[in-house]
């Protein structure tokens, strides 16, 4: 049985277009805040949610989603209430859920018992953004077991070894990360993103989803041309942050800009 994050690429496949997916860190600005944010962007026209994890250290991330995590924390946000919270938005939606966390809280968590209860919770996939996929093996396991999507990162600078572990080990879609660093909003896109595609697709018939500095339509527009799915992480983010009332707006020119021909 196709996952909900698989049957989500078959559609927009089918309809010739590329999937918006849409992060927001769990808890922000508080847990009783999120399933409403959640469905704010689902009205905007987001395909695929990800959910971000609160952690203390979140060292690939910039500093709009640092402090994110900062307020997400002091909310009182944990790992079982962003279970809850993915719940919640499951209760009203059908919209695909991916869970980002880095490796600390799932290993404290229990590898096993997050399968089972993200599972239970609605969750379709779970994304570890600190793993490397030459260790992963004995994580995915009990993920895989439980029947969700395993999503591995790929950069600019991974080498062709690293690209063929992640086709092999992901399932669901391929992350590009399209440029290196942290993330956060850019003014241009990396030159080595459609490079990076490119490499990508030789090696694997997964959908590839680019994201990490994607802030505008017009950004947002040109990656669709390339990929199967855009990711806008650090622009919501920051939208929450400063003006939570224009954040439909804001992504409903996202998706529209990404629709036109």
């Known amino acids: 049985m196709p996952t909900r994050i698989q049957q989500l690429f078959e559609r927009t496949r089918t309809e010739k277009r590329a999937a918006l997916i849409g992060y927001l860190t769990a808890g922000d600005p508080t847990p009783e805040k999120t399933p409403e944010i959640a469905a704010t962007l689902i009205r905007a026209g987001v395909d695929l949610i990800e959910l971000g994890v609160p952690f203390s250290d979140p060292v690939a991330d910039g500093p709009v989603i640092q402090r994110a995590s900062a307020?997400?924390?002091n909310a009182g946000t944990t790992l079982p209430k962003v279970l809850d919270i993915a719940r919640q938005i499951r209760a009203a939606s059908e919209v695909p859920l991916l869970l980002f966390t880095y490796l600390n809280p799932?290993?404290?968590?229990g590898f096993a018992k997050l399968a089972k209860d993200a599972k239970a919770a609605g969750i379709d996939g779970v994304l570890l953004?600190?793993?490397s996929v030459e260790?992963?093996?004995?994580?995915m396991?009990?993920?895989r077991h439980a029947g969700l999507d395993t999503v591995f990162l790929v950069a600019p600078t991974s080498t062709d070894r690293r690209l063929k572990l992640v086709s092999e080990f992901s399932t669901g879609f391929v992350y590009l990360v399209s440029r290196t660093g942290v993330t956060g909003e850019q003014q241009e896109l990396s030159d080595s993103l459609g490079s990076?595609?490119?490499k990508t697709r030789a090696i694997t018939t997964l959908p590839l989803a680019a994201g990490f500095g994607i802030s505008t339509p017009n950004q947002a527009k040109a990656v669709a041309r390339m990929a199967d799915g855009v990711v806008v992480g650090s622009a919501i983010v920051?939208?929450?942050?400063?003006d939570l009332g224009g954040l439909e707006s804001m992504v409903r020119a996202l998706s529209s800009s990404m629709r036109a021909e």
């Open 71 to 73: 307020r997400a924390l």
């Open 238 to 242: 920051r939208q929450i942050e400063t």
């Open 196 to 198: 990076l595609i490119d």
């Open 106 to 109: 799932a290993m404290h968590y």
């Open 135 to 139: 260790e992963a093996a004995p994580y």
């Open 141 to 143: 396991q009990p993920l």
């Open 129 to 131: 953004t600190d793993l």
